[in-house]
């Protein structure tokens, strides 16, 4: 919190209490024991830095005569917060600071007092000592008093809890479950047959059974009960002379092998003290507490990255893609335009003759967030996610690829000081470079660093050590420190007005970030008990990663901040009745939407049909990033008056600019100008007071894909995936690490157990992929290079019109032709249904965009697909027949448009055109909205609904 900061404005809890120091005064310092918390607290920022100092003081004395006043200052990285604690809340912060003060910082035992020098970061990106840093924890409380709207605050419900370790609430069965973490930790010993025949002339290995089990088990998350009955099952119809595993527990102990294994942390719930797993006592002289007692020992469990990369080298065709596709990437963008992260500044600075020019260096994405696990507790899990950015778009997402850092399981936050400490130390290393070997043994030194953090706002603030997004100085980009609004209702929020003369700034650096970290440090050392600097607490570790940009290393998310955030904030003022006194409601048209949205046939790709507006607190975030690029324009056509219809489609415009994979640096600017021109106007049409963070964003979020990438490659959609996942491999509420680990480790074992047991293009390696990822074709026809045939086909008769667009095509062919409906094409990682297959009713997957015979971009409806023969070079031709859409007003296509409008023409006014089937580019949705018809599509062939 900045000096002079209203308390209302970061919205802490600022009632009257005894001995409180209230928010933005000047305090003395005279205090004998607030001088030796301040005192403690600038020994502190020395350790961190690594510095020595010469400050002496008074001996600390008695425990119970020190800190009666420590609720008014907490370490440096966290910031000064204020809460209302119970009498024995206050003696647990004592003891957790004296803990720390212990363990860290080696007072003078002199009652000389000497004058310090100012702990300084002099460069930015100086590395840490290997000092065994230990944070106090956060405060008991935080008390919000602002009614901020869901829209502003999207994910709170993380973003004021307290921060602690695992609690009772989690610990039910703690002596069961970390021995048993700790056995994953021990190589296995059991013979490894795994290669050797099921039983004397099988012919399936064991290895390969096991395969398929494991791919069961991820495809329908079953259980470990469930896993050990399909186990039983398979060992009842081999015969008795067989090598069949007996149970889960020998699956678990065979994949061992093809893992890394978890490392625990230990801390003490009560101090924060790190203690060993044998340990009775906490080593805190001045806790003491009995560590044998129910939820007194917390943890956290830690996956080494270096040992999965090392894991991951052994697999030849990852190891082959992440040493050749980014120079793919670039050999192939002779545009220069902006396609993928590696065409953002950020990528390209660390490539050209940096630190990612070598073929075995690599860069990752961090991602972080709270998930609650179960809907009856407030427990939840804190993943930590990395991807690996060489991989290709498709790939680097897959679950199998991603690197898992950490678990923290609880019912609080975790400390990031703490959680994130054995990430920046593998770093290190990685950034220096490890040696790794490759399946054939040949040495490999691996090279890696932090490219960007993709988070929510709330984490994101937890990540950097900064001020939360509702509070002064809240934008990481900017110095803007915003202003509290007040409500109609009398509460406050912080809003950020348009500045005319400078939307954006001023900016935000590196360099005046470490002035901002260096005034911290020196507020500290001048006692002030404000010491936060224009929304900065202090460093994070991040700051000391060589390659990590520490201001556009952090992504603007466009998932949680404008699909969640802007669009469900537009969606609630026009159609809520709290705002049908307002000019911007339309609140009477709420009916004829939520009419046009059901009425919707969208194609396959959209696996949510759209919702009615009564269910809008219920849908998920892919729905309105949906509404928002494919639905939002054409049923709001003729509902909004013009000026608010065309502020919003500046908003849409923007973002699917943004979000193509194609960016040229003239539609950047263009996004970028209509972004600026809607956040300037959001003021004018509805109010000030919904100028939020998430609003605020939209001037920052070009500079984000310049710096970044394309929006679909920088977005949480991906990590929310994978939170789904692991929840759902959750069982009941006991062992819940365990049930995690071993669904992540079956999974990082299933690319592993395919390179060794399956054979390229066998049948067990369809049925695998089938059972993985569903829509794999394994048993269809390939009538072209990427083309499959999907169903059956049938002779068909060319009509005249059909026949001579067939001629046009092809030189001589008869008029009987073989005909299909269906086909699967790999490029679009979708099927293309005729208009002629009568059993899809309520999805159109007819609706394609093509290009014609000149080249031009078209849509149109597949009418079927009929394969003919050259008659004159005997060559057989796969061709679509196709009906056109014709643009209205005489317009042509453009890929900026995420609507375009088309005439109702009936078939027999247009004559059939046929195309080859590999010139269908993408299948669009045909949305008829009264007498119109409008074509929409997806701005990227990446993000999946």
């Not at 002779?334 to 260096?361: C, V, W």
């Not at 603030?461 to 009398?490: E, I, L």
């Not at 369809?766 to 569903?774: A, D, Q």
Request: with cysteine.
């Amino acid at each position: 919190m900045h000096s002079g900061d209203d308390s209302s404005t970061t919205g802490l809890y600022t009632g009257k209490r005894k001995n409180e120091i209230p928010v933005g005064k000047d305090q003395s310092t005279s205090d004998t024991d607030n001088v030796t918390v301040i005192e403690h607290t600038i020994d502190t920022v020395s350790a961190i830095l690594g510095r020595e100092t010469t400050v002496s003081m008074q001996p600390l004395g008695n425990v119970t005569e020190i800190l009666t006043l420590e609720e008014t200052v907490t370490c440096v990285t966290e910031g000064v917060q204020y809460e209302k604690q119970s009498k024995k809340s206050k003696k647990r912060r004592r003891v957790q600071l004296d803990s720390f003060v212990e363990e860290n910082i080696q007072v003078p035992e002199t009652e000389d007092v000497v004058e310090t020098e100012i702990p300084q970061v002099v460069n930015i990106k100086e590395r840490l000592f290997d000092f065994d840093f230990q944070m106090p924890l956060e405060n008991e409380e935080e008390y919000i008093c602002s009614d901020q709207d869901e829209e502003e605050n999207v994910d709170q419900e993380y973003a004021d809890e307290e921060i602690s370790v695992l609690q009772e609430s989690v610990v039910e069965a703690l002596n069961d479950i970390v021995p048993d973490v700790l056995e994953t930790q021990e190589e296995s010993t059991s013979k490894d047959n795994s290669s050797e025949p099921l039983y004397d002339g099988c012919s399936q290995k064991l290895g390969s059974i096991l395969l398929i089990i494991c791919s069961l088990s991820i495809r329908f998350k079953l259980s470990d009960e469930a896993l050990n009955h399909v186990i039983n099952l398979l060992s009842l119809v081999v015969p008795p002379a067989n090598i069949m595993i007996k149970s889960v527990y020998a699956l678990k102990d065979y994949l061992k092998k093809f893992v890394s294994f978890p490392t625990v942390h230990y801390v003490c719930s009560w101090c924060g003290t790190h203690v060993a797993k044998e340990d009775k006592v906490c080593k805190n002289n001045h806790c003491l507490k009995d560590l044998t007692q129910l939820g007194a020992t917390g943890y956290f469990i830690q996956h080494s990255i270096i040992d999965q990369l090392a894991l991951m080298c052994k697999r030849e065709s990852w190891l082959k893609k992440i040493q050749t596709h980014r120079f793919f990437h670039y050999n192939n963008n002779k545009e220069k335009n902006i396609r993928d992260i590696y065409d953002g500044t950020n990528y390209k600075t660390a490539f050209y003759g940096g630190f990612l020019d070598s073929p075995n260096s690599l860069s990752f994405s961090f991602n972080t967030d709270g998930v609650q696990i179960f809907k009856s507790s407030t427990l939840s899990m804190w993943p930590v996610y990395m991807l690996v950015n060489e991989l290709p778009p498709t790939e680097r997402k897959l679950k199998e690829n991603i690197i898992y850092y950490g678990l923290w399981i609880g019912s609080k936050k975790p400390q990031m000081w703490s959680y994130l400490k054995p990430m920046h130390q593998e770093m290190t290393k990685l950034e220096d470079g490890v040696h790794m070997s490759d399946k054939y043994g040949n040495d490999i030194i691996m090279k890696a660093t932090l490219l960007n953090c993709v988070c929510d706002l709330p984490a994101r603030c937890m990540v950097s050590n900064s001020m939360q997004f509702n509070g002064k100085y809240g934008c990481w980009f900017c110095h803007q420190p915003g202003q509290t609004y007040t409500t109609q209702k009398g509460g406050h929020v912080h809003i950020y007005p348009f500045q005319e003369d400078n939307p954006k700034g001023p900016s935000r650096t590196a360099e005046n970030l470490q002035e901002d970290v260096n005034n911290v440090l020196k507020n500290i050392h001048e006692r002030k008990s404000d010491f936060v600097v224009r929304g900065i607490k202090g460093p994070f570790w991040f700051m000391f990663m060589n390659q990590f940009n520490v201001i556009h290393g952090f992504v603007v998310d466009y998932m949680h901040g404008i699909c969640a955030g802007v669009m469900k904030m537009l969606l609630t003022l026009w159609f809520d009745k709290q705002h049908k006194n307002e000019k911007f409601s339309f609140i009477t048209s709420k009916a004829l939407v939520s009419e046009r949205l059901k009425s919707i046939q969208p194609n396959l790709q959209i696996t949510r049909p759209p919702r009615s507006l009564d269910d809008v607190s219920h849908w998920k975030t892919a729905e309105f990033r949906n509404f928002l690029f494919l639905w939002s324009l054409p049923i709001l056509d003729d509902i909004l008056p013009k000026d608010y219809y065309l502020h919003f489609s500046l908003l849409v415009r923007g973002i699917y600019t943004l979000s193509k994979e194609d960016i040229s640096e003239t539609e950047l600017l263009n996004a970028e100008k209509c972004l600026i021109k809607f956040v300037e106007n959001v003021q004018i049409l509805y109010s000030e007071r919904f100028m939020s963070m998430n609003i605020h964003q939209l001037l920052h979020i070009t500079d984000s894909v310049r710096a970044n990438g394309p929006l679909f490659s920088n977005n949480c959609f991906v990590f929310e995936d994978l939170n789904g996942y692991i929840l759902k491999n959750i069982h009941g509420p006991t062992g819940v690490e365990m049930q995690i680990i071993n669904a992540i480790t079956k999974m990082q074992a299933i690319p592993t157990l395919k390179e060794k047991f399956i054979a390229e293009g066998s049948v067990e390696e369809s049925l695998v992929e089938n059972i993985l990822r569903p829509n794999f074709l394994h048993n269809n026809i390939c009538i072209e290079d990427g083309i499959y045939l999907l169903g059956q086909t049938c002779p068909k008769t060319l009509t005249r019109n059909e026949y001579l667009a067939v001629c046009k095509l092809v030189s001589t062919s008869p008029p009987e032709v073989t005909e299909y409906r269906r086909i699967y094409m790999t490029k679009l990682s979708g099927a293309v249904y005729a208009a002629s297959y009568e059993r899809l009713q309520k999805r159109n997957q007819s609706t394609v965009k093509f290009s014609d015979a000149n080249g031009s971009i078209q849509f149109g409806t597949v009418k079927t697909f009929v394969q003919v023969i050259d008659t004159f070079t005997k060559e057989t031709v796969n061709v679509a027949l196709v009906v056109p859409l014709c643009f209205s007003n005489g317009v042509s296509y453009s890929s900026q448009k995420p609507c375009h409008k088309v005439l109702i023409v009936h078939e027999a006014d247009i004559p059939v055109v046929a195309i080859q089937i590999d010139k269908i580019l993408r299948v669009c949705n045909l949305l008829k909205i009264g007498n119109s018809r409008f074509v929409t599509e997806f701005p990227n062939k990446y993000e999946k609904d």
